[in-house]
């Protein structure tokens, strides 16, 4: 065999395995029939990595991983769980590792949002049970170094929106959440309150849908702790009747001569915690009310979220008064 032979024969070969390589890394393959997860924890090395995802079926060949880190050499692998749910070649995959692209689950916490709407939402995804995060959200020992008289996390669950791996606990949640409060009220650098600050915060944030108006109901009802009246708040009420297991939607007479601490038309002063998790703006307003002389505000019926607020109860009857002829109005 002559020389060219052996030349021709060394090229063909290194075709075909230019051309294998090229359609091992570049066939899409899975060997799995439902959703599967595998997860890198930090300082997994390379290896590992493509040992695991064989194992699982992701890719056929371990060292076909191999290949492609040799091929993508300055791309940064990233520890973390990742989602696998249809077929991907193997220069997918890495890719997908190097971006980061790891599986969490995204849980949405709206300003004034309580506790038992959070552990609806969890629940909703699939993380864990209501049930667990209510026993954990009921300890407030995460918080207890700034606020002592918590008598749970309600109102330090701050509002925002949270990634969740599949192994996120409720314990783990609930100090991240008071860990994102905690870092918002170092940021204000106030040394007002914490208790009582995020308590009247709470009630402005349920009472208060314009943004306008958060400063203007937070005087209403500091004028109002500072004269010795109750608070009136329906919000509270609410609340109370949500510990109590009771609310229906609707708040009735027995709601309103309950007995609840937690009812501020039966107990003057605030509640004994906060009844919601309120926003960094209905915060702002608890520590700077507007310098107002109203007592009273009764939301309009124009369904703009907006009050008409008063200085006297007459004003406040006439603004009653005017609003139950509105809804009687409507077809």
């Given amino acids: 065999m002559t020389r060219f032979t052996w030349l021709?024969?060394?090229?063909?070969?290194?075709?075909?395995?230019?051309?294998?390589?090229?359609?091992?890394?570049?066939?899409?393959y899975s060997a799995f029939n439902q959703e599967t997860f595998v997860e890198f924890p930090r300082g997994t090395g390379i290896r590992e990595m493509a040992a695991k995802l064989e194992s699982a079926g992701v890719i056929h060949h371990?060292?076909?991983?191999?290949?492609?880190?040799?091929?993508?050499?300055?791309?940064?692998?990233?520890?973390?769980?990742?989602?696998?749910?249809?077929?991907?070649?193997?220069?997918?995959?890495?890719?997908?590792?190097?971006?980061?692209?790891?599986?969490?689950?995204?849980?949405?916490?709206?300003?004034?949002?309580?506790?038992?709407?959070?552990?609806?939402?969890?629940?909703?995804?699939?993380?864990?049970?209501?049930?667990?995060?209510?026993?954990?959200?009921?300890?407030?020992?995460?918080?207890?170094?700034l606020d002592p008289d918590a008598p749970t996390l309600e109102g330090y669950l701050f509002p925002d929106t949270y990634r969740l791996s599949r192994?996120?606990?409720?314990?783990?949640?609930?100090?991240?959440?008071?860990?994102?409060?905690?870092?918002?009220?170092?940021?204000?650098?106030?040394?007002?309150?914490?208790?009582?600050?995020?308590t009247l915060a709470s009630l402005v944030e349920k009472e208060g849908k314009l943004a306008a108006e958060r400063s203007i109901i937070a005087s209403v009802f500091a004028r109002r702790l500072a004269l010795g009246m109750r608070l009136?708040?329906?919000?509270?009420?609410?609340?109370?009747?949500?510990?109590?297991?009771?609310?229906?939607?609707?708040?009735?007479?027995?709601?309103?001569?309950?007995d609840n601490p937690y009812n501020t038309y039966r107990h003057a002063g605030l509640p004994p915690g906060p009844i919601a998790n309120p926003g960094l703006a209905s915060i702002m307003a608890a520590l700077h009310p507007a310098d107002t002389d109203y007592l009273y505000f009764v939301a309009r019926a124009d369904g703009s979220g907006g009050h008409n607020f008063s200085s006297d109860l007459a004003a406040q009857e006439v603004n009653i008064g005017k609003y139950r002829k509105a809804v009687a109005s409507r077809p």
């Avoid at 919000?235 to 027995?254: E, K, N, Q």
């Fill in 232 to 258: 009136d708040c329906d919000p509270t009420t609410i609340y109370a009747a949500v510990l109590d297991g009771s609310y229906g939607g609707t708040i009735h007479r027995s709601d309103l001569d309950s």
């Fill in 8 to 28: 021709v024969l060394l090229l063909l070969c290194c075709l075909a395995a230019v051309a294998f390589l090229g359609i091992t890394l570049n066939s899409p």
């Fill in 62 to 145: 371990w060292w076909a991983f191999l290949m492609a880190r040799a091929i993508r050499r300055g791309a940064k692998l990233k520890a973390g769980e990742y989602r696998f749910t249809a077929h991907a070649t193997v220069l997918d995959v890495y890719d997908r590792i190097a971006r980061g692209d790891i599986f969490y689950y995204e849980l949405v916490v709206p300003e004034g949002k309580n506790m038992f709407d959070i552990a609806a939402a969890v629940e909703k995804l699939d993380v864990f049970s209501a049930v667990r995060f209510l026993e954990a959200a009921r300890d407030p020992t995460p918080i207890r170094d």
């Fill in 167 to 198: 192994g996120a606990t409720p314990d783990g949640l609930c100090l991240m959440m008071t860990g994102r409060f905690r870092a918002v009220w170092h940021g204000l650098h106030t040394d007002a309150s914490v208790h009582r600050t995020v």
